[in-house]
């Protein structure tokens, strides 16, 4: 039964392992597995932003690239299946350099002022960021302007420190089943919007479930007067789409 | 209804060639979008007012066509035979044209278009119909042997033999990145799921790019018959034509090749008395142009915001609603008809061995002949701009030729022998794109030029992935510095880096080719950059150069 | 190290003084520090103007005024290494926060000055002009070193000044902190 619990979604259950190397260990995974799940089987981490267990992957951030041998382009982790006799490299000077500017690319995009921010010390941007020792962003930075809404009861959003994981609308589509969450527009314009672009306290769709603040890598979802090492759970996706697996 | 067999194919042609030899003279009107705006439509009412005027209504045909490719000195009137092609034509021209050339015989030498090489350096297999047949009669497409070849795949050939063609053929896909057809076909036949798809793609969102349109308004059932062959071969049941609704010709044009093809059962269930059956639907996209990326397309056509996601799973596998879908450009198919008709040994003697065929380009800018042309694979971009395009105009100096469009490479004269293929093209920094070509000379400056390419891609980006969403903006901030001298040294390598991480951290190839034109205007323009930078100097005079105080921003 | 101390600097521009309270938290590192380094200008140390010759200078605060990028400018020039001490000097931090919303000199000194006072508002003439955006340090000038941090903490600032005096390139991994 292991490998039925380790599959996502509605990917095939295949039992046939496939073996490839990971930074030169071989290790076997289900097919079908991610990349970045079999190297975290094994105990290889790998950084991510926008991945997050339980939900479709999305392979916007590009944080988790990875080499793989006998071609120089780079892959997602969390979006790339293991294949057979894969050579995959996790940690390289210049996968490093790229992850790097990942970060800083996405700290120039918005405003970000962490000595602000509600998710200063708890955000996954900022933790990325200090461990890869971004010291600072090589562009000038865009200072935002973007909507902050707080229309809703509690439920608060500040597009200024979003970065467009969609982590949020995934967890509203994919788990709560609202759908109240979803882009518009595109490039630099791209925000995150409730129903037809209302604000979220006249969203209709919108349960008040608190899963988009919970998943929100970042300071942009939070809950008003409730101190964000509460709120957020990266983990709620996956237990809640475990669980309901079993009572199925 | 009754089912169409070769017969009736061959009836038709009799028919129409019976009805076409009663006329010694044939004139030609192109009404495809460009010369429609220039007033082709009163050039055609004119000649139907003339040769009833002259009476020689049945000595002659006029007909309604598609482009002949030279755009730039529309409307343009073929008259056959001979090939006579008038420019520049008005109604008030008319009556001289039909007097002269029809009723005596004599044609008017200069009211001809005066091109040099334009149409001798040429290969027209794709256009071969285009600006010689009515792209809104069916019949007019038989006659040159249309449906023959999907008439011949379906009695005579299995689909694996199709595919095998194909294959042989070394056609690559002209949609931009140039992946063998045959194999593609392979992988979509070989896929287990069903029912299975394809997707004609003619999104075409590169800017000053037409090649695409111009093919679909002048011979829309080229394209129809390569679809219904590369159907039958992967064994597929329903077929769409993504198209850009900014393209209303092109979509009307096409609706009605569809219905014509629809009425004479060539469409629908058991097309020439076989089992096969195949369906073709129009999907018209709101014009982005990343919704020309193959995995946003699938998005768009399912009805979902045109992204583009990651791949594996390669559409080839799971498509459109999950299922197998081949997804091809427009001229790609086009092609694939005489292939089919004349063989693979005879398509692949056209071209170079690695890169057979011919690709369409949109040639633009900076050039004596402007237009539509197709030329065979191989040939360098000198042959191009200067014997097809006849060169700079105006005695100006030649500077760059971009090639690929917003993603394409900026080459300098020295780079002039490259050949036109896949291959050659990447080695030097560009790449072929969806066939766009715009020649730049001594008044363009190559600063501003990556800007206004990156400034496109800026607002193109799906806003999916970091780098190109957010990367991209970045470089913008940069250029608009230089451009308005207000940059520093620093900024060149703030360009060089982020372009290489743009190019290899995308998602898509939107952003993986975005930073092309900067990457190669610092490869080979970069004293430019630095007379930008340093002397606030824009040779071409295109940028504001005033002395930037970054104390007292304007 | 040559048996002459190194000459150490200080300064602030548009910041709140945070970075150099998280300085004066090395305390008795400080006598260590005081061993191999003379402590040559700082807004704690009464000199008005900056010496020339400085090895290593730590500058707090981003820069928001016209006189702010002059005297820069200056200190790069005396100075052998710079180091930006502090979110604001590194991104611009919460002197940036105007930057997103309250663009040229006017808006801000209106939104300073005029707009909480109901009687008599007036817009004092004595400050320099304030630039456009509140900018990072590293964008007027190069910068050789970042200590990010809202306030950074003591040993992060031991640690780069150490490295930096002891003629070694410090390792930020790890130890960069943003907020
Ligand atoms: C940003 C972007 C835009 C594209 N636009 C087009 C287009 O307008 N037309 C097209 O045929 N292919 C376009 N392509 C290429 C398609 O993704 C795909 O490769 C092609 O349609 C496959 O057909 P082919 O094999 O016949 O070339 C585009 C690719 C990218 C990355
Ligand atoms: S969201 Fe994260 S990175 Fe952005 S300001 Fe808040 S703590 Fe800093
Ligand atoms: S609001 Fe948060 S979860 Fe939603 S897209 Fe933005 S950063 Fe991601
Ligand atoms: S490269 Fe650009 S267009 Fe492609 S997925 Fe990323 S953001 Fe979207
Ligand atoms: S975590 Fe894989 S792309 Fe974001």
Redesign the interface.
Known sequence: MLHVTLQQGGASINPNNVRLRINGSEVAVPEGTTILKAAALNGVEIPTLCEIEGLT???????C?VEVSGTSK?F?AC???AAQGMEVTTQSPKLYE?RK??LQ?????R???????VA??H?EL?AN?????????????????ESIDSSHEFLVIDR?RC??CTRCIRVCDQIEGAHTLD?K??????NVIMDQDQNWGQAMSCTSCRKCAKVCPVGAIYIENENIEFTKDRDIAAFLSKRRRRSR | MKQLKLDDLNKIVDQELEFGQAYNYRINVCCSTSCVSLGSLKVLKAFEDAIKEFGVENECKVARTGCIGACSVGPTVLIEPGDYAYSNVTPEKVRQIVRDHIVLDLPIRDMLYESGTFFQKQHRLVLRNAGKIDPGRIQDYICVGGYGALCKVLTNMAPQGVINEVLASGLRGRGGAGFPTGQKWRLVARAVNTPKYIVANLDEGDPGVYANRSLAEADPHAIIEGMLIAAYAVGAEKGYIYIRSEYPLAVQTLQKALAQAKAMSLLGSNVFETPFKFDIELRLGAG?F?AGEETAILASVEGK?AMP??R?PYPANMGLWGKPTLIQNVETLANIPLIVQNGSAWFAKTGMTKCSGTKCFSLTGKIANPGIIEVPMGMSLREVVFDIGGGVPGGKQFKAVLIGGPSGGCLPEQLLETAIDYDSLLKVGAIMGSGGIVVLDEDDCMVDTARYFTEFC??????????C???L??ML??FNRITHGQGELTDIG?LE??SV?IR????CGLGQTAPNPVITTLRYFKNEYISHITEHKCEAGKCYTSRYNKEEPA | MSSEKARLATMWFYGCSGCHMSFLDLDERLVDLAKVATLVHSPIVDIKHFPPDVALTLIEGAVANVEQVETLREVRKRTKLLV?LG?CA?????T??R???EHGDRAVLERAYADPSNLNAQIPNLVPKLLD?AR?L??IVK?D????G?PPNADQIYYVVGELLAGRQP?????????
């Open positions: 992957p999305y392979g916007g951030c590009r944080l690239i780079l997602p979006t790339t299946p790229y500017m990942v690319t996405l700290l120039a995009e405003t970000h002022i962490c000595a602000v921010c200063n010390e955000c900022q960021a200090n461990n890869h020792g971004v010291d600072h962003v090589m562009y000038e930075r865009n200072w935002s302007c200024n970065i467009l882009l527009f595109r490039s630099k314009s791209t | 982005a990343v915001r996601r990651p594996p800026v607002d193109e980006s799906c806003g999916r992935c970091t780098p969403r957010a990367g903006p970045r901030e940069v703030t880096k982020a991480f290899d951290v995308s998602l | 930006s979110d590194v991104t611009g931090n919460v940036a926060l930057n997103a919303w955006y990072p590293h964008e910068i070193h970042y200590i990010p809202c390792v930020m991994e790890g130890r960069s902190k943003y907020g």
